[in-house]
Antibody, heavy 120, light 105 residues
Framework: EVQLVESGGGLVQPGGSLRLSCAASGFTFSIYDMNWVRQAPGKGLEWVSYISSSSSSIYYAGSVKGRFTISRDNAKNSLYLQMNSLRDEDTAVYYC?????????????WGQGTLVTVSS | DIQLTQSPSFLSASVGDRVTITCRASQGISSSLAWYQQKPGKAPKLLIYAASTLQSGVPSRFSGSGSGTEFTLTISSLQPEDFATYYCQQLNNYPFGPGTKVEIK
């Protein structure tokens, strides 16, 4: 069974840092591109960042570029999001999601999400 | 950047109703569109990809159509478990549409 389990969320002050993790199981993690998607309270979905299977291609939303860093460790079946210089508007549930070539790169599996709250 | 809009943003319907949600792209995107369903407190669920292909395990009452700039998600007979928010997303790019909330009339 495919599973994606996020962790690392919590309360952090503005300007602070947090590192999110996503543990993957039930599939060959190393051959799938991955994403972070977030959802602010009561708002819609916002794509945050993408990383290809080999980490050769990485993209960020403009709202987080220069502050967030996506990475992965295929040996550990894990995806990460390092978040620095956090702002109030970064408060959201953060999901990791898998892109699947067999679904035309639609996101076919999602984790349950981890809540990041940025507040003083 | 390509922008996606959805209409309506809110929809009130009854069990058994036929429901149609529209997603429009600011530029042509061929058939590169997916639809997701999200229930409160849950992660999104992939319903349809490549505009009209039903994801495995998704009930056949869901269907998608369209290409270019206009796409539709149709629920042929709304069921109680279908009350949720629906998002479109352009494939090979990353933005989502703003969502359509389907509530019980």
């Amino acid at each position: 069974e495919v599973q994606l389990v996020e962790s690392g969320g919590g309360l952090v002050q503005p300007g602070g840092s947090l590192r999110l993790s996503c543990a993957a199981s039930g599939f060959t993690f190393s051959i799938y591109d991955m994403n972070w998607v977030r959802q602010a309270p009561g708002k819609g979905l916002e794509w945050v960042s993408y990383i290809s299977s080999s980490s050769s291609s990485i993209y960020y939303a403009g709202s987080v570029k220069g502050r967030f860093t996506i990475s992965r460790d295929n040996a550990k079946n894990s995806l990460y999001l390092q978040m620095n210089s956090l702002r109030d508007e970064d408060t959201a549930v953060y999901y990791c999601a898998r892109d699947n070539v067999h679904t035309s790169m639609a996101r076919d599996y999602w984790g349950q999400g981890t809540l990041v709250t940025v507040s003083s | 950047d390509i922008q996606l809009t959805q209409s309506p943003s809110f929809l009130s319907a009854s069990v058994g109703d036929r429901v149609t949600i529209t997603c429009r792209a600011s530029q042509g995107i061929s058939s590169s569109l997916a639809w997701y369903q999200q229930k409160p407190g849950k992660a999104p669920k992939l319903l349809i990809y490549a505009a009209s292909t039903l994801q495995s395990g998704v009930p056949s009452r869901f269907s998608g159509s369209g290409s270019g700039t206009e796409f539709t998600l149709t629920i042929s007979s709304l069921q109680p478990e279908d009350f949720a928010t629906y998002y479109c997303q352009q494939l090979n790019n990353y933005p989502f549409g703003p969502g359509t909330k389907v509530e019980i009339k």
